[in-house]
């Protein structure tokens, strides 16, 4: 285990170190949290959320996942996003994927990869929806690349379509979804433009009246009634 011994020390050093520099840090980050944002970014460990922001721990929530998918039955991510913006009151959640991502390569091609190949297919769905623009790309890695940034576009929708986003939005809450992506060959985030802050951005299919509006109380149930009260 001289791996893991390698890493308590390094642990220990690191620890030591923003003590001396800092008496108070640990103290004060074991009051509590009040990050700004939501990070949903790729598990690859080239793309760590707050090295590439240059932020300090409490600065960010995080989520990561192989291609930074926000899938509508991933209760991970969903419990995320909920604590997130109803218990953390963040404002902006930052969708954030990566060129050259393996997990979006992957799902460009037939290799199986394991249980993998399941989690991948969401991507595959998204290809099919592009499918004329990406066909028409030559080259295989800058298709794969535009799909990187495809994907993220769509990412940001699902968070979108999630309840949570949409109730704080009909509560009056001030909450953006950003999506950006990163480059391992310079280390830049590029913005993708595609900032959505109100419901008025979904398709209609996607939008869902507030779950106060929409609830039905005991008493209209009783009575077989199917109309909000
Ligand atoms: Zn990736």
């Known amino acids: 285990m001289a791996e893991l011994a390698r890493l308590f020390e390094k642990n220990r050093a690191w620890a030591s170190a923003q003590v001396a520099a800092d008496p108070l840090y640990f103290s004060r980050l074991a009051q509590g949290q009040a990050p700004k944002y939501l990070w949903i ?14 932020l300090a721990p409490g600065d960010v929530f995080v989520h990561r996942n192989v291609a930074n998918l926000v899938v509508h039955t991933d209760m991970s991510c969903l ?7 109803e ?22 091609g037939s290799k199986q990869y394991g249980l993998i190949d399941n989690w991948l297919r969401n991507i ?13 790309i030559e080259d295989q890695h800058g298709r794969a690349d535009r799909l990187c940034e495809l994907n ?13 986003v949409q109730n704080a939005w009909a509560s009056g809450r001030p909450l953006s979804v950003h999506g950006v992506v990163y480059s391992l060959e310079d280390g830049l985030l590029r913005d993708l433009a595609v900032r959505v802050n109100t419901p008025g951005a979904l398709e209609d299919i996607y939008r869902t009246d507030s779950y106060r509006s929409t609830h039905i109380p005991s008493t209209a149930l009783a009575n077989g009634s199917s109309h909000a009260g």
Request: hydrophobic share 40%; with cysteine; proline share 1%.
């Open 41 to 54: 970014g790729c598990s690859d460990s080239r793309v760590p959320a707050n090295q590439i922001l240059d």
């Open 79 to 85: 419990s995320v996003i909920q604590f997130a913006v």
């Open 87 to 108: 218990v953390l009151k963040i404002e902006h959640i930052i969708v954030c994927g990566h060129y050259s991502c393996g997990g979006v390569h992957a799902a460009c």
């Open 124 to 136: 595959k769905d998204i290809y099919r929806m592009y499918k004329a623009e990406l066909d028409s």
């Open 152 to 164: 993220v576009i769509e990412q940001v929708k699902n968070v979108c379509h999630t309840t949570i």
